[in-house]
C-alpha cells in the first residue's frame, strides 16, 4: 500500500513538473491570493481515483473537494498542489500532500516536491525517510535556527500578528524565510534543515501530511494556542525541532498574549 502510494504521488508529481506555463490556468477562490489551477483539479481526480483503487473503503478530504468516508473511517487528507500560488507563476516551490487519517489521527503520510525529487514520507510510529534515508529534526537551539513563516495571505486581518511573531523570531534567531507551500516548511524542519515554522491559519491538508512526517522526524506540532491541530477544521500551526520548541512557544504566547 505505502509503496503504490508513494508511487501514484511521484506519477502526479511528473505531471506537475511537465506542466507549460501555457496550459496552467488559474481562477481566483475567495480572492486574488487564493488560487486553483486546472492542475490543482487535474491532480486531485487522478490521485482520488488512484487511492480509491488502493483502499475503497476510504473516504476523501480534498482542498478541491471532498467525498465524505463510506466505510472504516479511514480518510485521505489530500492537497494536490501546495503552493498553487508559486505553481501558477513557475517559481518551482509547490509540493504533492497526501496524508491517511483513521480515528482522526494521522497514520501514513507523504509529500513530494517534484522539482527537487524529494518524496518525504512516514508511518507513525515507524520514522520518516526522504527518498528512502531516514530523517530527523536537528539540535539546533533558536538563537542558531532558521525560522520559517507563512503569512496566510487570504486573512489580512492576522498580518499584523504574523508579522509581529516573524520579528520577535527574528530577533531570537538567525534568519526568516518564507516559500509559499507549508507543507514543505514542515518537511525541512523535519529534515533539519530549518528549525522553526508556524502560520496562523492553515486547513488540514497542508499540515496532515508533513505534521505527522515532522513528529516521526523527533519535531514538535501543535496550534499556537498550544491544543493539538485538528485534521477537520482549520488550525493555526507552531511547529520546531524539540530544542528550539520551548522558546518558540514563549515568545509566541508574549506575541500573542496567550495565558499559559
Ligand atoms: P495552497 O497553496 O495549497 O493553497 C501559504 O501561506 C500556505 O497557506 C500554503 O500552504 C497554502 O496552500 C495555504 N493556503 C492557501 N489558501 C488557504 C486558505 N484559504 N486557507 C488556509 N490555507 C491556505
Ligand atoms: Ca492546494
Not at 57 to 82: K, M, N, Y
Request: contains cysteine.
Amino acid at each position: 500500500m505505502l509503496e503504490e502510494l508513494l508511487r501514484a504521488i511521484r506519477e502526479e508529481g511528473a505531471v506537475m513538473r511537465g506542466a507549460l506555463a501555457a496550459e496552467i490556468r488559474a481562477e481566483e477562490k475567495s480572492g486574488p491570493e487564493d488560487l486553483v489551477t486546472n492542475y490543482d483539479t487535474l491532480v486531485q481526480r487522478h490521485l482520488e481515483e488512484k487511492l480509491h483503487a488502493l483502499l475503497p473503503q476510504a473516504g476523501f478530504l480534498g482542498e478541491e473537494g471532498l467525498r465524505a468516508p463510506t466505510g472504516d473511517g479511514s480518510v485521505f487528507i489530500i492537497d494536490p498542489i501546495d503552493g498553487t500560488m508559486n505553481f501558477s507563476r513557475g517559481y518551482q516551490r509547490s509540493s504533492i500532500s497526501v496524508a491517511l487519517a483513521r480515528d482522526g489521527q494521522a497514520v501514513l503520510g507523504a509529500v513530494y516536491d517534484p522539482y527537487l525529487n524529494e518524496l518525504f514520507w512516514a508511518e507513525r510510529g515507524r520514522g520518516a525517510f526522504c527518498n528512502g534515508r531516514p530523517i530527523c529534526v536537528s539540535d539546533r537551539p533558536l538563537e542558531r535556527g532558521i525560522v520559517m513563516f507563512g503569512t496566510a495571505p487570504y486573512y489580512r486581518e492576522i498580518a499584523a500578528k504574523t508579522f509581529a511573531l516573524g520579528r520577535a523570531l527574528f530577533d531570537r534567531s538567525l534568519d526568516v524565510r518564507r516559500s509559499g507551500s507549508a507543507a514543505i516548511d514542515l518537511c525541512s524542519v523535519a529534515a533539519g534543515r530549518v528549525e522553526v515554522f508556524y502560520e496562523f491559519r492553515l486547513s488540514p491538508w497542508d499540515y496532515a501530511a508533513a505534521g505527522l512526517i515532522l513528529e516521526e522526524a523527533g519535531g514538535v506540532i501543535r496550534t499556537i494556542e498550544g491544543g493539538p491541530v485538528s485534521l477537520t477544521v482549520k488550525s493555526s500551526v507552531l511547529a520546531a525541532n524539540g530544542t528550539a520548541w520551548e522558546a518558540a512557544r514563549q515568545i509566541t504566547q508574549e506575541v500573542c498574549r496567550i495565558d499559559p
